[in-house]
Structures are given as C-alpha cells and as structure tokens.
C-alpha cells in the first residue's frame, strides 16, 4: 500500500517492468475520478437533483450558451432516455423551475426547452467556487505542460473509448 491507501499496481498487474509512476499516474487518475463523483453527488444532494436531471440542464445551458434550440426529442436523445422518460424528466424540471418550455421560433408545433434564470443562478452558486479553484489550476499551467496534459487525457479517452472484443490474456475483467 501506498500513502494514500493504494494496493501496489491496484488491477494493472503485477508486472515487474510495470512502470511505478505509470500506476502512480493512473492511481491519481483514479483519485481524481472518485472526487469528482463524490462533487457531483454533493450538487444533486444540495440541488435535490437526480443524475440525469443535472445533465439535462448542463446540455441545455451548453445549447442556449451556443445560440441553439433544444426540443425534448434532441434532449432526450442526448441523454439516451425514451420519450416517456423525458417527458418524466422535463415535468419534473419545469415544476422545480429550473427549464421552461416554449414556441419554437420557426415551428409553431414544436417546443423547445429553455434553463431558466433562477436555475443557471442557483448552478453558478453551486458550483462557481469550485470552478474557479479548477480553472485557476489549470491556468497555472505553462503552455507545455498544458499541452502534456490534454494529450494525456486525449489519449487516456480514446483508450476508454476503444472497445475490446476480448480481453488481454492475463488482465483482470475488472475495470
């Protein structure tokens, strides 16, 4: 074990050759991911939020933030949820005032679906502080070591996104 509680080499092998600051690397990764999970818990609990609602209301902010218009299909869509479910999701958003429906502006039997004011306030509020700390670490970056890191986690993306047919001889299925 480590000192922050690590196994040595967690499920990535038992390798004699492995790399320790390779595993270090993935080990903070790892760290990084279990912090930012327990954020986004936090936000829901203090939004009184499920998962998928927030995420709702992050693609919305994105869309309005670009100059688009959401319907509910493109919405749920992207969140990959049924029609019911969505429907579920956008009554239950428009009853707690964080989106609104309304006229889409060139189709009049369409609606879009639209953050309210109060909800992109009570979002700032929620998450601005953290934000701030995150953006000033990465501007304290110098331009190369910004470059090595979105690399970095370009490449850590694809690698996740790779789908195996099978897997290595020897590795663990567990992920």
Do not use: C
Request: avoid cysteine; hydrophobic fraction near 35%.
């Amino acid at each position: 074990m480590d000192a922050h509680g690590h196994a040595k080499g967690y499920w990535y092998g038992k390798d004699p050759g492995q790399k320790e600051l390779a595993v270090g690397v993935l080990n903070a990764l790892r760290d990084y991911r279990v912090s930012e999970q327990a954020m986004r818990k936090r936000t829901r609990s203090s939004m009184l939020m499920g998962e998928k609602d927030l995420l709702a209301l992050r693609y919305l902010f994105e869309a309005e933030a670009d100059g688009r218009v959401m319907k509910p299909k493109d919405l749920g869509d992207r969140l990959g949820i049924t029609s019911a479910s969505m429907t579920t999701l956008i009554d239950r958003l428009v009853d707690s005032g964080h989106i609104r429906r309304e006229p889409h502006p060139t189709d009049r039997r369409a609606l879009i679906l639209r953050p309210t004011p109060a909800s992109d306030q009570e979002v700032r509020h929620t998450l601005g502080a953290m934000h701030r700390r995150m953006l000033d670490i990465a501007a304290s970056l110098s331009a190369g070591e910004a470059q090595v890191v979105m690399g970095f986690l370009q490449q850590m993306s694809a690698a996740l996104d790779t789908v195996d047919d099978e897997p290595e001889a020897g590795g663990s299925p567990h992920s």
